[in-house]
């Protein structure tokens, strides 16, 4: 009888799985209010029936396409989207029995925001985790734009590639839902609707606490650099674990990015660094895996614009470590093709690793994707030192980006010199245009100058767009 009843029980759960199979849908990723990106080829996809003929009609264009499911019941199908607007669309696909239809969709611009919590905090201010974004409650009350939409992946590992990402669906930003969306994606967003004048989607997909390795796809990290976290993982295989940790190799790519990863988007937004700060040394690295990775999966060499992290006085063993991870994300930007990277060390809070000013996160993110993928005319960039010349007695450093020229925001700065590298001191600070020179009585003759290199930075010196100047080390060889 027990065999019997087992058999039965196998025979039920076979008939369940393939009718979930043959259920007509649409992927996770598909629902009423999305966002496709605006004049390009996207694929669709989903679940049918196996082998079942499909019919896809887009409202934009009225016209019939016929796609065939595969034999696992997924079907995938290519369609032409219109330029950007405000008009809302229908899509739908019917199989001879069913048609599913997928309302209010929009057109226009997607981002795909990535990395660890500060980028997944929201607009909602959190008081048990001390998540507090600046003029929240007025910013949400004001937030009526049903043109920026958003769908939030939901926090999920994996040790193997998964098909489908969970998610709760696109929703349209307003004062009911913008509470639950990335507060820098949301400005972001805000930003680029006011340029541009079309829809903005965002995928906000990121998971608080996690490192860089988190998101970089297995295949990448084969070599001696991820040595220790393929040890990790495999021991956590060895001892039968049923998922890895949020912190382990590749385990949010294969459930949280794979997924997407045939979703068009215009480029990627990433803010992430702060788990990975006390391993400086690897990051260039690391980094240039990620995004040669995700470029080589989308098969698009799309913009990856991202956050160098702000100022926090870190405890352990990342301790004064701060500046060599922000460092390490400054000399990636020299190596990575088409990026971009805003700098917020004057935006820090030396007692939250969140800091609450996120909306000047957000804009400048925008600014450089106005600039480098949008091709307006705005000055995007913070300054970034190009030479340091020992002169008569002081150093005499020149900017790029100073633009209309360098300024100090009040009276204190960061500016430190040596003699030998090793033992600096406060100099004294001289500005124009684009200059700064720095002297000290307590070294005559300078030869090494840093600046905000410490966890409690708070840079002061601005460019005449308002853009800050990031931690940097340099000596007179530079």
């Given at each position: 009888?027990?065999?019997?009843y087992?058999?039965?029980?196998i025979?039920?759960?076979?008939?369940?799985?393939?009718?979930?199979?043959?259920h007509?849908?649409f992927?996770s990723?598909?629902?009423?209010?999305?966002?496709?990106?605006?004049?390009?080829?996207?694929?669709?996809?989903g679940?049918?029936?196996?082998?079942?003929?499909?019919?896809?009609i887009?409202?934009?264009?009225?016209?019939?396409?016929?796609?065939?499911?595969?034999?696992?019941?997924?079907w995938?199908?290519?369609?032409?989207?219109p330029?950007?607007?405000?008009?809302?669309?229908?899509?739908?696909?019917?199989?001879?029995?069913?048609?599913?239809v997928?309302?209010n969709?929009?057109?226009?611009?997607v981002?795909?925001?990535?990395?660890?919590?500060?980028m997944?905090?929201?607009?909602?201010n959190?008081?048990?985790?001390?998540?507090?974004v600046?003029?929240?409650?007025?910013?949400?009350?004001?937030?009526?734009y049903?043109?920026?939409?958003?769908?939030?992946?939901?926090?999920?590992?994996?040790f193997?590639?998964?098909d489908?990402?969970?998610?709760?669906?696109?929703?349209v930003?307003?004062?009911?839902t913008?509470?639950e969306?990335?507060?820098?994606?949301?400005?972001?967003?805000?930003?680029?609707?006011?340029?541009?004048?079309?829809p903005?989607?965002l995928?906000?997909?990121?998971?608080?606490?996690?490192?860089?390795?988190s998101?970089?796809p297995?295949?990448?990290?084969?070599?001696s650099?991820?040595?220790?976290?393929?040890?990790?993982?495999?021991d956590?295989?060895?001892?039968g674990?049923?998922?890895?940790?949020y912190?382990?190799?590749?385990?949010?790519?294969?459930?949280?990015?794979y997924?997407?990863?045939?979703?068009?988007?215009r480029?990627?937004?990433?803010?992430q660094?702060?788990?990975?700060?006390?391993?400086?040394?690897?990051?260039?690295s690391?980094?240039?895996?990620?995004?040669?990775?995700?470029?080589?999966?989308?098969?698009?060499?799309?913009?990856?614009?991202?956050?160098?992290?702000a100022?926090?006085?870190?405890?352990?063993y990342?301790?004064?470590?701060?500046?060599?991870l922000?460092?390490?994300?400054?000399?990636?930007?020299?190596?990575?093709?088409?990026?971009?990277?805003?700098?917020?060390?004057?935006?820090?809070?030396?007692?939250?690793?969140?800091?609450?000013?996120?909306?000047?996160?957000?804009?400048?993110?925008?600014?450089?994707?106005?600039?480098?993928?949008?091709?307006?005319k705005?000055?995007?960039?913070?300054?970034?030192?190009?030479?340091?010349?020992?002169e008569?007695?002081?150093?005499?450093a020149?900017?790029d980006?100073?633009?209309?020229?360098?300024?100090?925001?009040?009276?204190?700065?960061?500016?430190?010199?040596?003699?030998?590298?090793?033992?600096?001191?406060?100099?004294?600070?001289?500005?124009?245009?684009s200059?700064?020179?720095?002297?000290?009585?307590?070294?005559?003759?300078?030869?090494?100058?840093?600046?905000?290199?410490?966890?409690?930075?708070?840079?002061?010196?601005?460019?005449?767009?308002?853009?800050?100047l990031?931690?940097?080390?340099?000596?007179?060889?530079?």
């Amino acid at each position: 009888m027990k065999r019997i009843y087992l058999l039965i029980m196998i025979l039920c759960g076979s008939c369940l799985f393939l009718q979930a199979q043959s259920h007509l849908r649409f992927a996770s990723a598909f629902t009423d209010n999305l966002v496709f990106q605006q004049k390009s080829q996207v694929k669709v996809w989903g679940y049918a029936s196996p082998r079942s003929s499909l019919r896809v009609i887009a409202s934009w264009n009225e016209r019939e396409e016929i796609v065939k499911a595969d034999t696992s019941g997924k079907w995938m199908i290519e369609l032409t989207t219109p330029a950007g607007s405000y008009q809302t669309y229908e899509l739908s696909i019917a199989d001879s029995e069913q048609t599913v239809v997928l309302k209010n969709i929009c057109v226009g611009e997607v981002w795909f925001c990535s990395g660890q919590s500060n980028m997944e905090m929201i607009m909602r201010n959190d008081p048990q985790w001390r998540l507090y974004v600046d003029n929240a409650n007025e910013e949400i009350a004001a937030a009526d734009y049903p043109a920026i939409r958003f769908i939030t992946i939901q926090r999920n590992e994996s040790f193997t590639l998964l098909d489908e990402a969970i998610t709760k669906g696109w929703q349209v930003c307003s004062p009911q839902t913008v509470g639950e969306l990335s507060a820098v994606g949301y400005y972001f967003a805000c930003k680029l609707l006011s340029r541009l004048d079309v829809p903005v989607g965002l995928i906000v997909d990121a998971y608080g606490g996690s490192p860089i390795q988190s998101w970089i796809p297995s295949a990448e990290t084969l070599d001696s650099l991820y040595k220790p976290e393929r040890e990790i993982l495999q021991d956590a295989v060895r001892k039968g674990m049923q998922k890895p940790e949020y912190n382990m190799l590749s385990s949010l790519y294969n459930a949280m990015v794979y997924p997407l990863i045939d979703y068009r988007i215009r480029g990627w937004l990433w803010y992430q660094g702060e788990a990975n700060v006390g391993d400086a040394g690897r990051y260039v690295s690391m980094m240039k895996d990620l995004v040669n990775s995700w470029r080589k999966k989308w098969k698009a060499k799309l913009p990856f614009y991202y956050v160098q992290i702000a100022p926090f006085q870190y405890p352990g063993y990342q301790k004064e470590k701060w500046a060599e991870l922000a460092e390490a994300q400054f000399v990636a930007l020299q190596t990575i093709s088409n990026a971009g990277m805003v700098v917020t060390a004057d935006l820090g809070d030396s007692t939250n690793i969140h800091p609450g000013k996120k909306k000047p996160v957000g804009e400048r993110l925008a600014l450089i994707a106005l600039s480098d993928t949008y091709h307006q005319k705005i000055k995007c960039q913070s300054p970034a030192l190009k030479r340091l010349v020992l002169e008569q007695g002081k150093l005499r450093a020149e900017f790029d980006f100073a633009y209309n020229g360098l300024r100090l925001e009040g009276d204190y700065h960061e500016f430190e010199i040596s003699s030998d590298g090793m033992t600096y001191y406060k100099a004294t600070v001289e500005i124009k245009d684009s200059y700064v020179w720095l002297s000290s009585p307590k070294v005559p003759s300078p030869c090494y100058v840093r600046y905000g290199w410490r966890d409690t930075c708070v840079s002061t010196l601005y460019n005449s767009e308002n853009l800050p100047l990031g931690p940097f080390k340099a000596s007179i060889d530079i």
